[in-house]
């Protein structure tokens, strides 16, 4: 069995190793340079396309922005898929207090952004992807982009009074997400990137306010049809994280489904020369049809 530390490094380098895509166009959604949403055409001109939104990870961190996923996103369009690849505002470069990777998230920016971005994203994708059909959408993200996709599909349950409740469930047809950071206790138990949950969150006296309106753990059930896609050799964000949010939410009477992928750790899953990410886009592909 190879060393999982080793195989971790392996994996990264390849998923991060191919050359960046360019979008057909991009459109902003607010003022800051963050707030940006690209999009990529499906491949061949297809009409009616089911629509794809991404939400990148990186432990909410500034370093790692929307362009690590491009090559993904072409991945998902070759294979027929408009797709919507949302940059949104993350932690400050600098770290933070006896830290030593830079801060994760910003609250309460972050999910104002990503909360905006999926309002307004209706508007946009007509007027950069008028061939895609936005009633067949499905939400995708990876690690903490997973966490952010499956709270973007609860926003119908967060609690009265959250200024991102929305009146009503959001039209989708289902949310993949992948090796995501879905449940914040028990990442934050498991040191998930370096106490990431923790800095998201803000400082201890914040946390269970907060976590009530940002955990997606705590917001079930939701009613859309959800499947985690998770790599049994994840050394990143664990498989316990993911089997405990699926654990939740059959508590709450809702079943998620759960993808295992045998000798798979935490990037293949976004790595277009990985056989992992032919299993994502047919995850996908299963709802969005």
């Not at 994760?104 to 104002?112: Q, S, V, Y």
């Not at 997606?216 to 059930?221: C, H």
């Amino acid at each position: 069995m190879r060393d999982p530390v080793a195989q971790d490094a392996a994996e990264e380098a390849s998923a991060f190793s191919h050359p960046a895509v360019h979008p057909g166009a991009s459109l902003p959604y607010g003022d800051h340079p963050d707030q940006v949403v690209d999009f990529y055409a499906p491949y061949g001109g297809r009409a009616d396309a089911p629509l794809v939104v991404l939400l990148h990870g990186g432990a909410w961190r500034a370093p790692y922005d929307r362009g690590h996923v491009t090559p993904f996103a072409d991945f998902l369009a070759r294979r027929g898929l408009a797709v919507a690849n949302i940059e949104y505002r993350r932690g400050r470069e600098i770290p933070g207090q006896r830290g030593e990777a830079p801060v994760a998230g910003r609250w309460p920016d972050t999910f104002d952004d990503v909360a905006s971005a999926l309002d307004a994203l209706p508007e946009l994708a007509a007027k950069a992807l008028p061939q895609a059909d936005a009633r067949r959408t499905v939400l995708t993200g990876h690690s903490a982009g997973g966490h952010l996709a499956l709270w973007a599909a609860a926003r119908h349950v967060l609690p009265e009074g959250s200024p991102w409740r929305l009146p009503a469930a959001p039209p989708l047809r289902g949310v993949v997400a992948l090796a995501p950071i879905a449940d914040l206790s028990a990442a934050a138990g498991l040191d998930v990137c370096g106490g990431a949950v923790g800095q998201l969150l803000g400082p201890e006296e914040a946390y269970e306010e907060r976590a009530a309106h940002a955990d997606p753990a705590l917001l079930l059930p939701t009613g859309i049809a959800t499947v985690v896609v998770q790599g049994r050799r994840d050394i990143v964000v664990p498989q316990a994280v993911g089997e405990s949010f699926v654990e939740a939410a059959a508590r709450s009477g809702e079943t998620v489904g759960l993808t295992l992928l045998e000798e798979v750790g935490h990037f293949p899953l976004i790595d277009p020369a990985s056989d992992a990410c032919a299993v994502v886009a047919e995850e996908i592909a299963q709802l969005a049809w």
